[in-house]
């Protein structure tokens, strides 16, 4: 049976606004895209019903109320690795598969891990920003004591794609690689040539870098919690790339404060955009705050390169193909 020409309705809820050349390029044939830009899930109401697919980004967070009104969608997908923003349970009752785009921008987030990594515990942010601000000496003395890389351990939390990706990176650098996640079967740490601990304790007190690569869900919220950055040796980096409700923004603060943390680097946070009033943003703004010159925040930019973006979306919308067109689903996380 051909499908050329049926009209389905694929829409964007967020995040995309104009150009959708990318996702027209792979639906033409068979389904008008449309882009609502919602900022809002509020704002999807009366204007998804009658969807055959949705692909939903970071921007907005999609709950039961408006997926109970949702009529004929045969797939969500979620434009992104992580999908904490779809409630899964509530989609899989109403026999809608939800599907994320897991291959598309491994190398681009552990990059940017690599790049914080590296420009804090190479000194290269602390003294920019404290030089560009006229604050100390103009020597090397203002980032000391700055200790080699090579033989430190690099703690990578959650060994996927990115945290892989990641912990080969440290590997290239020399570092002594050690990764915590329950989930990951025996032989990984064999085949990459990485350690593996048993709880996340015992990676936190050795990592001169912590670096978090793991999904957000009940489990993982907050685990990086006050007690497990004490544990930490003093002078030690976090770094978060994966999602900001997993780290305790209050506990970096303290952290940075007293000096424990000798840096960190947040490419998430737990509210995007966060709230002019976050204690966090507060101090990383302040020139008399310590975090001001040892924080480094970005807005949920890891995932961005112009071939990781495009990547995206055309997996994206390849997935909704699939579904409209009866052909078995990839990646359904629900």
């Keep these: 049976m051909s499908h050329i020409g049926q009209s389905y309705r694929v829409i964007v809820t967020d995040f995309l606004t104009d150009d959708l ?6 639906l ?3 389904a008008e895209v449309v882009a609502l830009g919602a900022i809002h899930e509020d704002q999807l109401l009366g204007r998804v019903e009658e969807a055959d697919a949705l692909i939903v980004y970071h921007v907005i967070s999609i709950t039961e109320k408006t997926i109970q009104r949702l009529r004929r969608c045969k797939l969500i997908v979620r434009g992104g690795v992580g999908f904490d923003n779809v409630d899964g349970p509530a989609c899989r009752k109403r026999g809608i598969p939800l599907a994320n785009v897991p291959d598309y921008g491994t190398e681009e987030v552990a990059d940017t891990a690599l790049a914080m990594m590296l420009s804090l515990a190479r000194g ?3 003294l920019n920003s404290r030089l560009r601000a006229g604050s100390g000496a103009w020597s090397y003395l203002q980032a000391a004591p700055v200790l080699r890389l090579r033989g430190r351990v690099l703690g990578v939390v959650g060994l996927g794609r990115i945290g892989t990706a990641m912990a080969l990176r440290g590997k290239a650098l020399g570092m002594e690689v050690w ?3 329950p989930y990951k079967p025996d032989g990984y740490d064999k085949a990459l040539g990485v350690r593996r601990v048993e709880t996340l304790e015992e990676l936190a ?7 978090i690569h793991c999904p957000l869900t009940d489990e993982t919220r907050r685990m990086i919690d006050g007690r497990i950055v004490r544990l930490m040796p003093r002078g030690s980096f976090l770094i978060n ?5 997993i780290v ?7 952290a940075l404060a007293d000096g424990h943390l000798a840096g960190a680097g947040l490419d998430v946070l737990e509210q995007e955009p966060p709230p002019e009033d976050e204690p966090l943003l507060r101090a990383w703004r302040d020139p008399n705050h310590p975090a001001h010159h040892r924080l480094i925040i970005n807005p949920h930019s890891a995932f961005y390169s112009v071939e990781g973006l495009d990547d995206m979306r055309r997996k994206a919308a390849e997935a909704c193909r699939r579904a409209l067109l009866g052909l078995p ?5 629900n």
């Design 248 to 254: 305790a923004a209050e506990a970096v603060l303290e």
């Design 329 to 333: 689903l990839r990646n359904v996380v």
């Design 28 to 30: 033409a044939d068979l």
């Design 124 to 126: 290269v942010h602390l």
């Design 179 to 181: 990764f915590y996640d």
């Design 205 to 211: 007190q050795s990592a001169h870098v912590l670096s």
């Design 241 to 245: 790339t994966a999602r900001g409700g």
């Design 21 to 26: 050349t990318p996702e027209r390029q792979v």
